[in-house]
C-alpha cells in the first residue's frame, strides 16, 4: 500500500514515523508546505518527499492522511475525495460549520471514507470505561466529568487559527463523552476566562473555559479546560453510576496530588504533552485506518462524527458569548 502524508509538524512528523513501520504500508510520501520540513522527515523515515501536495495526488497514493495547517483541511479532504481516494484527517474538518458541511457534502458525493482524527476513542483507558457504561457495571450513569488541561499556552499566533478552546480542545471530550456514554448532548451551558496571558484577550478567546452538558437521558456531564496548567499535562474522565464509579486517566503520571494525610504525592514524571500520553492510541488509529483502506475493518470515527462534536462546541461559544443555555438544536448542520 502507498500513502501520502501532507503535513509534517509534530504530528505529521510522528505519523510519518508509525506509518513508514506498518507492515501494511509499502511506500510513504510525505509534503509539507515547506519542502525542507517534508525532505527531513522523509530521511528520518524512508519516505519520498514530494515537492507538494499537488505531486502526492498525482503519484499513484492508495490513500490519504492530512495533517496540515487546519485551514487546508476541508479543501484537501475535497481533493482526496474528488480523486476516489480514502482519507484520514487530523481534526477539525474545518473551524466553521459551513466548512465542515462543504467538505463532508464533497465525501458523501464521491462515496469515499472519511476518518477523523479523534484519538481518544483507542486509548485503553477510555475504551475499558465505555464497556463498563455499556455492561451496566456502573448502573445508571447520573454525572460524568471531562477534565483536559494543557501545562503551557500555545503560541500566540496559532491562537487566531485555532478556532477557540472549545473547538480545538474541549471537541475532543466532546467526542468522547458521545463515544463513551452512547447518549447524545441536548443542552450546553458554557462559561469561560480570559484572565490569563492577554494573547487569548487579543484573539478573543479564552484561557480556561468550563461547561455543563446535558445529556439525552438526563445524565449531567461537566468538562472544564485550561491551557495553563502549570503541573503537567492532564486528561481525564469520571463516570458515577448508581452502583459505582470509575476514573480514566488516573495513574502515576497523573500531574494532581492529595493534601490529605495519606494522599498520594504529585507525579515525579507528569505527561509533558499529547503525543506522549496519546502515543498508543495514536497508532492504533492510524492502524484502524490502515485496515479501512484494506477492505478489513469499517470506519472508527466518519466525518459525521465531527460535525457532532463540531456543534457542541459551537453551541458552548454561542452560550458563553450570550450568557444562557443552548440546545444543540438551534445548532445548523444536523
Known sequence: MRIGLIGTGRIGTFHAGVLARHREVGSLVVADADPTKAVAVAERTGATAAPSAHEIFTWGVDAIVIASAT???????????????????????????????????????????????????????????????????????????????????????????????????LVHDFDILRWVTGREVVEVYATGSDAGPPMFREAGDVDTAA?????????????????????????????????????????????????????????????????????????AELDAFVRMVQGEGTNPCDGREALTALRIAEACELSRREHKPVRLEEIAGA
Not at 217 to 223: E, N, Q, R
Open 71 to 169: 485551514a487546508s483541511h476541508a479543501e484537501l479532504i475535497g481533493r482526496a475525495a474528488r480523486a476516489g481516494l480514502p482519507a484520514f484527517c487530523e481534526k477539525p474538518i474545518a473551524v466553521d460549520l459551513p466548512g465542515t458541511l462543504g467538505a463532508l457534502r464533497e465525501v458523501e458525493t464521491a462515496g469515499t471514507e472519511l476518518q477523523l482524527g479523534f484519538m481518544r476513542r483507542f486509548d485503553a483507558g477510555y475504551t475499558v470505561a465505555r464497556d463498563l457504561v455499556r455492561s451496566g457495571s456502573l448502573g445508571r450513569l447520573h454525572t460524568v466529568r471531562a477534565i483536559t488541561s494543557d501545562p503551557a499556552p500555545p503560541p500566540a499566533d496559532y491562537l487566531p487559527l485555532s478556532g477557540g478552546l472549545y473547538r480545538d480542545c
Open 211 to 283: 461547561a455543563v452538558l446535558t445529556l439525552d437521558d438526563g445524565t449531567l456531564a461537566t468538562a472544564t479546560a485550561t491551557r495553563c496548567n502549570g503541573a503537567g499535562y492532564d486528561v481525564r474522565m469520571e463516570l458515577a453510576g448508581e452502583l459505582d464509579q470509575v476514573a480514566v486517566g488516573l495513574d502515576d503520571r497523573t500531574p494532581i496530588s492529595s493534601t490529605e494525610p495519606q494522599g498520594a504525592p504529585a507525579a515525579d514524571k507528569p505527561w509533558p504533552g499529547f503525543l506522549e500520553r496519546f502515543a498508543p492510541a495514536y497508532e
